[in-house]
Every structure is written in C-alpha cells, then in structure tokens.
C-alpha cells in the first residue's frame, strides 16, 4: 500500500506550516533553533528510543499473533512501514493498520493477521486509556489549568469511560462485527471476496483472548507498557537536553507525553500533525510551568525522530 497524495494533503499540509510558523514565532525562532541545536549527538539517542517504541509494539503483535513463523525483523519492518503511510496520509490508522496485513501475508494467513492487528491494537488502545487517564488526573491536581483545559479534560475522561463500557459490552455479548461490516474488511484486506467462515475465524480469535493465560496476557501488557515507558524516557532526554532543563522530572515528561499522546489520537487524520503537535506542546508547557519554547522545541525534535524512522519505513516499503 503506497501513500496517495491528494489537494486535500496540500491543503492541510499549507495549514499546517502556516501553524508551525506562527507557534514558533509566538515564542522565538532563535530560542527554537538554540534549543534544537542543544540536542546535538544525543539526538541518536532519540531515535534509538523511538526505534525502541516501534520494537516493543512487534514483540507485542508476534505474542498476539502466536505463530512461530513470525519473525521479529518482519513485523518491526511492517510497523515500520505502516507508521510512514499512517503519518503521510489523513487516513491514519485505516491506512496503517492495513498496511501491516498486507505486508505480512506472506508469514502469516490473512485470518492470523487480521486477528493479531486487532488484538495488539486492543491491548495498545488499553494501555493508552491508562496512560491518559493518569496524565489527565495527575495534570488537573499540578497545574492551574484553565477552563477550556479542564472542559476538555472532562470530555477525555467521559470518552474513556464509554470506551470501557464498550469493551465490557463487547466482551460479555461477543457481536459478529466483522460479519457486518463484510465489504469494509474485504477493502481492508484487499480481497474481492471475503469467506463468511474466515470472518467468524478472526472474531473467534478475537474473542479469545479472554481465554488467554494469565501469563501470556501479562508478556503483552508488559510490552504495551515498555512502548509508553520508552516514550517518558524520550521526552525526558530531551527536556533535559534543553536550556534550563536541569530540574525537569520524569512527572513532568510523564504529563508531556500523556498531553502529546491525546494529540496524537485526536489529530491523526492531519499528516505528521504538522504544527498541531507544536502548538500544543507549547500551550501544555506553559501550563505546567515550564518554557513553552520547551514545548515547541520538544515538539520539533520528536517530529524530526519520526521523519528519520519513516525514511526507514518508507525504504522497507518500497522494497
């Protein structure tokens, strides 16, 4: 699957530079470009942890997958390649996720794949929902966050909580979604026709995940957990890379990318969320008390890490 560029990426694309131009105007170009420059060598380091990030979510998907032919170097490639289309077009997860069925069906059966996205996908959208809810709590008791912030945070929790609702629906009543919803998961997959017995196949392994072991269950939660424990450990390099960045604590990374992770979510659909993730950054610095050229800067560099690895995952696409 290759990424289609279309009037409405350029479009956004225009808005999107124009956004990044103006936040980093609104705070200085040279305090942004000083800031980036203190990185230095140490933004290897940087793309290494968010290497790291990508690794743990394919040890994740091989667990779920649960098929020895399945190598680690196949789906860090797929994740690989798959967050370069989902960032390059405004379709996001639907171009993503697919992107990992298609480039693994030579290790795995369709039905394996689509099984094992979905479910690795579950676990990750849990481990978020954790994530988030922690952020959101623990950002209403440090910061004096304004009325908006606080609508918005409200808003999040409220989302979160009908998600949890949905999930214990869904796992009490087991609905055959996929057997519904036929024509949009054979576009998925890209098949003219898709069995109806391959369909309950992928909702029967889906749903059984709840008869995993504890352990097994346990193994790809672990891994969930090291992707968001990577991310910390990336804000909070960089936050300490940058002037007057000493006393930054790892509660305070903690909340940047628990702020940079709902961005992330709700602006998926904008390519590389160009100037979204800037603005942002720098408005939840500013509440917190920091420098919001610390948000903006912050925001820059973890943009620049994600181009490097998707030239990685654009050339393990193309091949």
């Known amino acids: 699957m290759r990424p289609r560029f279309s009037a409405v990426n350029?479009?956004?694309?225009?808005?999107?530079?124009a956004l990044l131009v103006?936040?980093?105007?609104?705070?200085?170009w040279s305090e942004v470009i000083a800031g980036v420059a203190s990185v230095g060598w140490w933004f290897l380091a940087v793309v290494v942890l968010g290497a790291t990030r990508m690794m743990v979510r394919a040890r994740a998907w091989i667990l779920c997958a649960g098929d020895p032919q399945f190598r680690f170097r196949e789906a860090f490639g797929a994740m690989l390649a798959a967050d370069a289309v989902g960032n390059l077009t405004p379709l996001g997860l639907l171009?993503?996720?697919p992107t990992k069925i298609i480039m693994t069906r030579v290790r795995l059966s369709t039905v394996t794949s689509v099984a094992s996205v979905t479910i690795e996908n579950a676990f990750y959208i849990a481990s978020?929902?954790?994530?988030?809810?922690?952020g959101?709590?623990?950002f209403l008791q440090r910061a004096a966050v304004p009325r908006g912030l606080e609508q918005i945070a409200e808003v999040l929790l409220a989302a979160i909580a009908m998600a949890a609702v949905g999930a214990v629906w869904a796992a009490r009543i087991q609905p055959a979604v996929l057997s519904r919803i036929e024509p949009i998961v054979t576009r998925l997959i890209g098949r003219s026709t898709v069995p109806a017995d391959a369909l309950r196949e992928v909702e029967a392994r889906i749903y059984g995940v709840l008869r995993w072991p504890i352990g097994r269950l346990a193994h790809v939660a672990m891994w969930e957990a090291a992707f968001h424990a990577a991310a910390v450990a990336e804000v909070w390099l960089v936050l300490r890379l940058l002037p007057g960045g000493d006393r930054t604590t790892l509660v305070d990374a903690f909340l940047m990318e628990s702020?940079?992770?709902?961005?992330?979510?709700?602006?998926?659909?904008?390519?590389y969320r160009l100037g979204i993730d800037e603005a942002g950054s720098g408005a939840v610095a500013q509440v917190l008390g920091l420098n919001p050229v610390t948000g903006v800067t912050l925001a820059l560099v973890r943009r620049l890490r994600i181009i490097c690895l998707n030239v990685f995952g654009l050339v393990r696409l193309a091949r």
């Open 22 to 28: 103006f936040t980093v105007r609104r705070v200085g």
């Open 259 to 271: 702020a940079g992770r709902f961005v992330t979510i709700a602006f998926k659909f904008i390519p």
């Open 95 to 97: 171009a993503s996720e």
């Open 128 to 134: 978020v929902a954790v994530v988030l809810l922690t």
């Open 136 to 138: 959101t709590w623990l």
């Open 10 to 17: 350029v479009v956004v694309a225009i808005v999107g530079v």
